[in-house]
């Protein structure tokens, strides 16, 4: 124990400073966010345990190498605007990662209070400094000296966000052509508003908008409008950051039944079309009491907490055990607190409808797990003759996504790779020359700082890539 400044406090280093939560029973009933977030005094106490080590393993452990020591430092001294300039040196979205960076497997589980006892919130005081700055500061933006060269960004997820915000500070002229009617990509139609509130996402997006860069809503590549309009229009580069939206199905007997959603469908009637608020708003969503969510990741646990939310008993079925669960430890938590039980180790096999043609069950086989093999990996088989009949009104499938074909039919002639990912060189360029590519789009689905460190790698290959061109044409 130590005393926090002046000794008025007392501070247990080995113990994260609590973080205020909305209680489950109150948050089922709501789609306000979850986390409250630090005060300020709660922030500079969190902020008070860092050793501010010199070597910062948590730097290491960041994908965009925020540097943490010395904004958690500011935040020590309460120089909250400061602190978020810093972050904001190496990245540019730091009220969104704050609040869905898996920290955990991240900067947090490099942190040398760690060893002991729990690592810095990190994440949490990110958000804080994020959200301080948002309430409290106007965001400025002295517009470099445009360097007369334009890119198009297709897509405006958080890949092209950020490759959109590497080159409009270094004095391109940016569009972004994105095929919703809103801007975000995953952040705004798939990120619940219970986890990330749209209007931080629109914030940051405004934000851009200071910065110069264009934004051209309703524009889908590859119908509205494909490369060869991009090059009449006097495009000097293109970044392709299209994602990786395009569901994965079960494949097995009955999917087609009325009352079955892809996890896509469902959070995008929810996220983008506001269904929960119908009929304020005119997308409907049905769902009975019953409703099993088939998958373990977070796009699951995004499903199963919505359709909690409106009022069903979930269950989510997974393969595997809670311990394999890919989804963030956080959301598991979150889940469970709201009632949501997880039904381990069970498989799809065929789901069952009634006479009109709705589903009414899932027949589903028990999985076991094998010993760990040489690579510490469990595999999972069904256990013969174990089928058994889950009954539900309605079930959500959340076991994946696949990047969408239809850049592949726009460009004819680009490579992909065998699972439909586009294949990049190391500068992330495609095989067709000034056409560059990152995010989900090339990693297959992955996470919103991945994106975001490929989109400012990529502005910086195209800086190159453009530089390098001029000088031949000169
Ligand atoms: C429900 C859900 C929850 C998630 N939770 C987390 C989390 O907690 N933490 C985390 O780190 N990651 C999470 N992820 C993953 C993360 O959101 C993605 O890895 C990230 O958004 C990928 O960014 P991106 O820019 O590559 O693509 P996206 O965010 O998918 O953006 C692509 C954009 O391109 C647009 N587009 C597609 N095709 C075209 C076209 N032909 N023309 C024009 N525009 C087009 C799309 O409409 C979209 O706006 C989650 C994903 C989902 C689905
Ligand atoms: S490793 Fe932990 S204690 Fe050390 S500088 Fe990073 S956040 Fe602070």
């Excluded at 019953?290 to 646990?301: E, T």
């Excluded at 094998?370 to 469990?378: A, K």
Aim: with cysteine; aromatic share 8%.
């Amino acid at each position: 124990m130590q005393n926090w400044i002046g000794g008025v406090e007392k501070l247990d280093v080995l113990k994260r400073v609590p973080i205020k939560e909305q209680e489950p029973i109150e948050r089922i009933h709501n789609f306000d966010e979850v986390c409250l977030g630090y005060t300020p005094d709660e922030a500079a106490r969190e902020a008070q345990r860092c050793l501010e080590c010199k070597n910062a393993p948590c730097v290491k452990g960041c994908p965009v190498e925020v540097k943490i020591p010395e904004f958690i430092r500011l935040i020590k001294e309460k120089k909250f605007k400061e602190s978020y300039l810093k972050i904001l040196e190496t990245n540019l979205l730091p009220a969104i990662c704050g609040r869905v960076c898996p920290q955990e497997t991240q900067c947090e589980q490099n942190c040398v209070r760690g060893i002991k006892g729990e690592p810095i919130a990190i994440g949490k005081l990110e958000r804080f400094v994020a959200d301080w700055f948002r309430q409290n500061c106007e965001f400025e933006f002295s517009k470099p000296q445009p360097n007369g060269r334009k890119v198009a960004i297709i897509g405006s997820g958080p890949a092209g966000l950020s490759c959109a915000s590497s080159l409009a500070k270094m004095g391109y002229e940016v569009t972004i052509f994105e095929a919703f009617h809103k801007l975000g990509g995953v952040l705004y139609y798939g990120i619940p508003e219970f986890r990330l509130p749209k209007e931080v996402v629109e914030w940051e997006i405004e934000n851009l908008k200071k910065m110069g860069v264009e934004f051209r809503t309703n524009m889908i590549f590859g119908k509205t409008f494909d490369l060869e309009d991009l090059k009449q229009e006097g495009f000097d580069a293109v970044f392709i950051s299209s994602g990786a939206g395009l569901p994965n199905f079960l494949n097995i007997e009955g999917e087609l039944l009325n009352g079955i959603y892809s996890a896509n469908e469902f959070l995008t009637r929810i996220n983008l079309m506001k269904a929960y608020k119908f009929p304020e708003y005119d997308t409907p969503i049905k769902l009975g009491k019953k409703v099993g969510v088939i998958g373990g990741g977070n796009v699951a646990m995004d499903a199963a907490r919505v359709a909690r939310r409106l009022g069903s008993d979930v269950y989510i079925l997974y393969r595997r055990t809670e311990a394999e669960m890919p989804a963030r430890k956080e959301e598991i938590m979150h889940a469970k607190e709201e009632g949501i039980k997880i039904v381990e180790l069970v498989s799809p096999v065929r789901f069952i409808g009634d006479e009109s043609g709705h589903v009414r069950a899932l027949e589903l086989v028990k999985m076991k797990l094998s010993d760990p093999d040489s690579s510490g990996r469990r595999s999972v088989k069904p256990v013969d003759g174990s089928n058994f009949v889950f009954e539900a009104d309605n079930f959500i499938v959340a076991i994946g996504q696949s990047p969408n074909p239809l850049v592949k039919k726009a460009i004819p002639d680009l490579e992909l790779n065998p699972n439909g990912s586009i294949k990049v060189d190391e500068n992330l360029m495609t095989n067709i020359e000034g056409v560059f590519a990152g995010g989900d789009i090339v990693t297959g689905a992955a996470t919103v700082i991945l994106a975001m460190g490929m989109g400012k790698k990529a502005a910086e290959s195209i800086d190159r890539y453009l530089n390098a061109k001029k000088h031949e044409n000169l």
